[in-house]
């Protein structure tokens, strides 16, 4: 770990923002790394010349952005936080992480059968439902509750469900998702998902509502994915004019 020189200079910008700067380019130039703990706040506040507050306020912009985490305890401390996955939506979750260079995979917490709830009619009179916890290199990115049509895909539950379920589908049936409508918003993490994605309960996650479709407009999936926030960033591209 190597951390920057004393950058907090008269005529600069306020100090807090000159700290933010020059952690955030040590992060991004890996002299600081994912996992690493940062000095004391008594010491990193001598080392650039500022206030304990002063320092906190840089601390606290960093930790928003989702470049550092603190926490409290024996153990705790303020560490570099692991990169977040920038998403382009969130349907084909496994061929995203492969592409960026990440072992996708999925623990299963349930799979059944049942009666289609009131919002799932448009799948048909059954679903198959699978809960499962998306994994990134093993680690938990979000928490995926789907249901399935069973008159679509059936036989679809006797396979195994811990990899890509759309490479399944596409393996096996006809009717493949061509195109998904995503509606995200800010949440926190219910107990069950916290407990579920390794998080503290109450913590920011993006809830995902997502209904895809076959290319005949049928609707072939409904679901309601919990995302880390501190993992993931969902990004696009909008044309102007």
Known sequence: MALPKAPV???????????????????????????????AERVLAQRFGVSRMTLRQALGELERHGLLERSKGRYGGTFVAEPKLELVGTSALSDQLRGLGL????????????????????????????ERVRLANGEPVALERGAYAVDIYPGLLDEPLDGSI???????YD?????????????????????????????????????????????????RDVFRGDRTRIVWESEIG
């Open 103 to 130: 072992a996708a995979g999925a623990r299963v917490l349930s799979a059944l059968e049942r009666p289609a709830e009131p919002h799932e009619r448009g799948l048909g009179r059954r679903v198959y439902a699978i």
């Open 166 to 172: 759309y490479e399944l589908i596409r393996a096996l």
């Open 9 to 39: 200079k008269p005529g600069r910008g306020p100090a807090h923002a000159q700290i933010e700067a020059a952690l955030e380019q040590a992060i991004e130039r890996g002299q600081l790394t994912p996992g690493d703990r940062l000095p």
């Open 175 to 223: 009717d493949v998702p061509v195109r998904a409508e995503e509606r995200l918003e800010p949440a926190l993490a219910r107990r069950d998902e916290a407990e579920a994605l390794g998080i503290d309960a109450g913590a920011p996650v993006m809830l995902v509502e997502r209904t895809a479709f076959a290319a005949n407009g049928r609707p072939v999936e409904i679901s």
